[in-house]
Structures are given as structure tokens and as C-alpha cells.
T-cell receptor, first 110, second 113 residues
Framework: KQEVTQIPAALSVPEGENLVLNCSFT??????LQWFRQDPGKGLTSLLL?????REQTSGRLNASLDKSSGRSTLYIAASQPGDSATYLC?????????FGKGTRLHILP | SQTIHQWPATLVQPVGSPLSLECTVE??????LYWYRQAAGRGLQLLFY??????ISSEVPQNLSASRPQDRQFILSSKKLLLSDSGFYLC????????????FGNGTRLTVT
């Protein structure tokens, strides 16, 4: 059974620091992995989609990596800003189901 | 470009009243559509998904039902709301599950009183 884990559940980081969010999954039989951002009371905004054949994807200050063999993905945020404060969720995408982690709540301290 | 609309944004309903939440997708055809519920500290729970008109799969037995009367319209309903139905409901779509990205609406905050 596929399980997706995001540790830590919450993280506080001073503004300007680089940081890494972790996502681990138990079954390497995935198609893709997607990272989302959720602001309080809002829907999920797609950040990056990494295909299973790729090792990483970049968008601005965000870089997501995928290592299927170890069951891990990381989301790297460079030069963090207070506006990056949000909950970040990862999801494993398969043709039979989509499985979400419970997210990491990120707080950037000004 | 594709967009997803979900309404209403907030809803307060008494116990025992009916519910209808609507979701529409623009700019694509034959999308896979999903209803999720998000409760505090419990993550996203898949309620229903649909691969086509009239085709609904239920993931969790509950007080809710879903319908897809048109290709890009997905409706979440209940005949009689329970207190436990309170939560944040999210509609989502993807072109092809597993290989295409998943996109979410802005959600509906439902409070059952």
C-alpha cells in the first residue's frame, strides 16, 4: 500500500535562508510526483510536476527533485521570503490513484 | 487555458438541510473530476471521482453523493446534512490521471450548525 509522508509537519525558518522540504513514499511504482502550495482557507496551487523519468524540475526559486529508487522527493526553496509561508503538500500520481502527504506547514520569519 | 470554478466559497447550513456544491471546468474536454474533503489535521480525503458523464466512483461511504450531468460539471450533494459533514471541500481536475498535473478549485468552506 502506497503511503506518502512529509516530515516535519511544521517548520519555521528566518527570511533569506534556503530550505528543503521532504516527501517520502513507500512504493516506487509511480508515474509522477506533484508539489502543491496551500494558503490558509484556499485551494491547492500546483507548483511543480516531476515525471517519473525526470530527476528534477525548476521554477523560479523552487527546485524539486525525485529519486524513485529511494522513494524520496525534495522541494528546495531558495532565498525564502515571508510570502512563501504556506502549507506545502506533495502527491504521488498513479493511473489508479493519487496519494497525498499531509503537508509541511512553513512559516518564514521576517 | 483551463480554469476551474467552484462555488459557493463559504456556506453555513443547518443540520438536516440539503446541500449542493458545484464545480465546473473550462478550456478542456473529458477531464477526470474529483471531490476531496479536507479536515484539520487529517489531510485530503478523496470522496468521489469521475472519468466521464454519469460515471461516478465513491471512495468513502457517507452521507454525500456526486453527479456529473455534463462533461465539465461536477456536483456534490446531500439530502440531509450532518454535523460531521462540516469541512473544506475541494474540487479538482486532471486531463489524465497519473500523467497529467492535478488542478484544484478554491474550495468551499461548509459549516453545518
Amino acid at each position: 500500500k502506497q503511503e506518502v509522508t512529509q516530515i516535519p509537519a511544521a517548520l519555521s525558518v528566518p527570511e533569506g535562508e534556503n530550505l528543503v522540504l521532504n516527501c517520502s513514499f513507500t512504493d516506487s511504482a509511480i508515474y509522477n510526483l506533484q508539489w502543491f502550495r496551500q494558503d490558509p482557507g484556499k485551494g491547492l496551487t500546483s507548483l511543480l510536476l516531476i515525471q517519473s523519468s525526470q530527476r528534477e524540475q525548476t521554477s523560479g526559486r523552487l527546485n524539486a527533485s525525485l529519486d524513485k529508487s529511494s522513494g524520496r522527493s525534495t522541494l528546495y526553496i531558495a532565498a525564502s521570503q515571508p510570502g512563501d509561508s504556506a502549507t506545502y503538500l506533495c502527491a504521488v500520481l498513479r493511473d489508479d490513484k493519487i496519494i497525498f502527504g499531509k503537508g509541511t506547514r512553513l512559516h518564514i520569519l521576517p | 487555458s483551463q480554469t476551474i470554478h467552484q462555488w459557493p466559497a463559504t456556506l453555513v447550513q443547518p443540520v438536516g438541510s440539503p446541500l449542493s456544491l458545484e464545480c465546473t471546468v473550462e478550456g478542456t474536454s473529458n477531464p477526470n473530476l474529483y471531490w476531496y474533503r479536507q479536515a484539520a489535521g487529517r489531510g485530503l480525503q478523496l470522496l468521489f471521482y469521475s472519468v466521464g458523464i454519469g460515471q461516478i466512483s465513491s471512495e468513502v461511504p457517507q452521507n454525500l453523493s456526486a453527479s456529473r450531468p455534463q462533461d465539465r460539471q461536477f456536483i456534490l450533494s446531500s439530502k440531509k446534512l450532518l454535523l460531521s459533514d462540516s469541512g473544506f471541500y475541494l474540487c479538482a481536475w486532471t486531463y489524465r490521471q497519473g500523467t497529467s498535473p492535478l488542478h484544484f478549485g478554491n474550495g468551499t468552506r461548509l459549516t453545518v450548525t
